[in-house]
């Protein structure tokens, strides 16, 4: 039980990345990219391609995050200048990734299995310390991206790539090139969503072409998860949100599956992510038009009533 | 400062529903001048705007600032020069971020924007002072975000947003039109406070004929795409909204409709 809680939480730290990648396109700039499906792959083929032809895994990691910056490009390139539909431009980007990661793979699945990864120092040990080390690790590295995201969102081009999202009159108003900063925020997105595959692959020891697929919903469930969580705030809170709600989605999921009365299957994690996502879209929206609708009710009785005692109807 | 040179647009060309939005608009702002446009509905006095801030792009034609030609400039490159408040109090600030890192964004204009810190110490204290110069009380709430103030609000840090880095040109599109009448008021008193001691070279479209006469030292009248009547500072102070309105219609044969028109 308890093992299969710290696995849970080391991939909470690992697809954290991949959540605040999401975080960029979904939330500031206001834009759902499906590449990071596709993106997540890229990132796992690279490293692991690299890893398995002898590199360093530091350098293969370092590479895997500059394919998935490659690939955001391209999908940006498609939307902004191409001006073609986001939802669109994000599938056909996928599509086409891949055909690519095949290309990089070679071949469907690459096993790590007895090569160096990242964590070779720490799986070579024994349970216990080094397991609590080895969340420590992960944690940290969760910690430091997702605050180096926001001291970037708080430069003057961080500030314009939020408003590119928030309001992009008012910033190309004030010269910015709203083409340019939505590029640059796709790209940025798809780089951490790589990074976070690299990492997972070297974990579980394979990459696989299949292993990004439904990868754009989980990023979905762990920012709306983490939005419910602590609440929508200022950056630092939004950002801490999406690593809690990733973390949160994981350890669930990995409750659910141990949960033997609910007969669940590990293949039912699209469905149940699926299911999650829906609720956490539908139920604000309708409770929040239940509000509006109540308190009109009230406000026009309140006002209505005062007028009756002004004798006014 | 700004010129105008043989400007004109037409809008769906070729179509059935072609139309005259700019024909043959020669029009130039010396340094300082505070012009103000009225017009009937459709008289291309927006399209004029967009044409300057690089919003659209004339069919022929040249716009000229500081003796340049922008021409080829997109509206973004253009930013430097020209500062613009829209009619609508949404469109000129960004909801969810706050007070400073909207004004930061402004002070930015026609930089490149790296990797600095936007708000620094330095730079909150520069937005303090200015927002104290509104005097509604913005400068206390530094870090409120900009979504959660009134439509009035969001416009006052509108126009101190794309004045306090002294732009070469100020647009100013029906800038008070969709505020009730007290917050159009205050509005516009800064306006006229913030034009006057900055000494900004200003277009203001308005429809409020008693506020076209009542602010800056120029009138233009635009009909059906042209300039018809342009009525300079000496005789713009003996100027009334009945004598204004009867040179419209003696000029341009028609009464002037605008079914939003404020005659004051």
Known sequence: ?313 | MLEIYQVSKLFNPGTADEKIALMDINLKLNEGDFVTVIGSNGAGKSTLMNIISGVMQPDIGDVRIDGQSVASKSESERSRWVGRVFQDPMAGTAPNMTIEENLSMAYARGKPRGFGWAVTGRKRALFKEELKRLGIGLDARLRAKVGLLSGGERQALSLLMSTFTRPGILLLDEHTAALDPARAELITRLTEEIVRSMKLTTLMVTHNMEQAIRLGNRLIMMDKGRIILDIPPERKQDLTVQKLLGEFERISGHKLADDRVVLG
């Open chain 1, 1 to 313: 039980m308890i093992h299969s809680l710290t696995g849970a939480v080391e991939l909470g730290f690992m697809y954290a990345l991949m959540a605040l990648g999401v975080y960029i396109t979904y939330r500031i700039l206001d834009f759902p990219d499906l590449t990071v499906d596709a993106s997540f792959t890229t990132g796992a083929g690279i490293a692991a391609v690299m890893i398995s032809h002898g590199q360093a895994p530091w350098l293969a990691t370092l590479a895997a995050f500059g394919g998935g910056l490659a690939a955001g490009i391209c999908t940006g390139l498609l939307h902004t200048k191409g001006k073609v539909n986001g939802l669109l431009a994000g599938i056909i980007m996928m599509i086409a990734l891949y055909s690519i990661n095949i290309r990089i793979m070679g071949k469907p699945n690459i096993s790590l299995l007895n090569t160096d990864t990242l964590f070779s120092g720490v799986a070579s040990h024994e349970w216990h310390d080094f397991r609590l080390a080895y969340i420590v690790v992960l944690f940290a590295v969760a910690i430091v991206v997702k605050l180096l995201l926001d001291a970037f969102l708080h430069t003057d081009l961080g500030l314009a790539l939020r408003a590119t999202g928030d309001n992009k009159r008012m910033i190309r108003s004030f010269g910015s090139n709203t083409d340019l900063t939505t590029i640059l925020g796709v790209s940025l997105s798809n780089g951490l969503v790589a990074l976070s595959g690299a990492l997972i692959a070297q974990d579980g020891g394979s990459a696989d072409i299949s292993m990004g697929i439904g990868m754009i919903v989980i990023g979905l469930a762990s920012v709306i998860i983490g939005e419910a969580m602590l609440g929508p705030k200022r950056v630092f809170w939004a950002t801490l949100a999406v690593v809690v709600g990733s973390l949160a989605y994981r350890i669930v999921f990995a409750l659910a599956l141990r949960a033997e009365f609910l007969h669940l299957k590990a293949t039912d994690l699209k469905l149940i992510t699926a299911v999650i996502v829906i609720l956490a879209l539908v139920i604000p929206t309708m409770s929040r038009s239940a509000k509006q609708k109540q308190q009109a009710k009230r406000r026009t009785a309140e006002l209505a009533a005062g007028m009756r005692g002004k004798g006014a109807i």
